[in-house]
């Protein structure tokens, strides 16, 4: 589901990589807050990744959503479109092939809709890659230590990630990784595939959610070639800006950070609970600090995205 708008108002003529050494750069926030607003049901092993197969247009919309509010980078709908996940579903796999192609062109589209409008920056899609845990939809995302090996890992990611590349993005956004061994497999898998990432943890404190020490888990990516930034995501505000330190110096490379709201997750009961402690006025702090890819997560929705657009600007 596309537009007629031409492909040339919507492919940033600037990468992104340039794009960061020039300045900060406004990520978007979480895409299932900016559904389940619009009306739609979460509920759902395949989370926002169910929309792709019976409401694209919906995600065009909510993309179009965060670009209009300041966003320069949208990340796509497949963090929990899997192979193996579609599979469960009944879905095969050259539909499932289709649906991840779909999830950047809607988000390339949105960016089509958005320079008709009048948004003159370069808009940018990141391809979500989520991680092993995200298919299990069981919360062991936040957890990591599978019980799988990184060769395993790797296996898994490796056809999806070619899928997403094959489609075009600007970036791969390999997020919300729980530990460093899934990180070490997410590193190889992206290797030769011609797309630039960026790597980003989800941390509780200095460390991993697995418990490695951000520092050790940072430094892999130092020498990987295909990664353009390095950083966290989906922890507590709170945890960013030591985060920001430790990836700037142990990688030499920008800074991404998008926390959620401050809010927990409950998994059992698939809701976010607690109080939100995200404020748009810690930007600036998390810029001066070395942050460079800026945004948001789950529970952070387009008039916070706005508040960071106008801070970094």
């Not at 797309?195 to 490695?212: E, F, I, K, N």
């Not at 976010?272 to 402690?277: A, F, K």
Request: glycine share 10%.
């Amino acid at each position: 589901m596309t537009s007629d708008i031409p492909e040339t108002l919507a492919v940033p003529s600037v990468p992104l990589a340039e794009a960061l050494a020039a300045g900060p750069v406004v990520l978007d926030g979480g895409m299932s807050n900016q559904l389940e607003s619009a009306g739609h049901d979460l509920s759902d092993e395949l989370w926002s990744a169910r929309l792709l197969a019976q409401r694209p247009e919906a995600i065009t919309e909510a993309h179009l959503a965060y670009y209009e509010a300041g966003a320069d980078v949208a990340i796509t709908s497949s963090y929990q479109a899997t192979f193996e996940g579609f599979a469960k579903r009944g879905i095969e796999r050259e539909r499932a092939a289709e649906l991840l192609a779909l999830s950047v062109g809607l988000a390339r589209d949105a960016a089509r809709q958005a320079r008709a409008k009048g948004v003159r920056r370069p808009l940018y899609v990141a391809a979500s890659v989520g991680p092993y845990g995200a298919m299990l939809a069981d919360g062991s995302e936040y957890r990591g230590r599978y019980g799988l090996s990184v060769a395993e890992l790797e296996a898994f990611h490796r056809p999806r990630l070619e899928v997403l590349a094959a489609a075009g993005p600007d970036v791969l956004a390999l997020e919300t990784v729980p530990d460093s061994d899934e990180a070490e497999a997410l590193l190889r898998a992206v290797r030769g595939l011609g797309v630039p990432a960026w790597l980003s943890y989800s941390v509780a404190g200095d460390r991993t959610r697995a418990g490695q020490p951000l520092e050790e888990a940072f430094a892999p990516a130092a020498d990987a070639d295909e990664v353009i930034a390095v950083g966290v995501n989906c922890c507590v505000p709170e945890d960013v800006p030591a985060a920001i330190e430790t990836a700037a110096r142990v990688t030499g490379k920008p800074v991404v950070v998008y926390p959620n709201s401050g809010e927990s997750w409950n998994a059992g009961a698939r809701r976010w609970e607690g109080r939100s402690s995200f404020s748009a006025e810690e930007v600036t702090g998390w810029r001066t600090s070395g942050a460079r890819l800026i945004g948001g997560c789950c529970r952070v929705g387009p008039e916070a995205i706005s508040g960071i657009a106008g801070a970094l600007r």
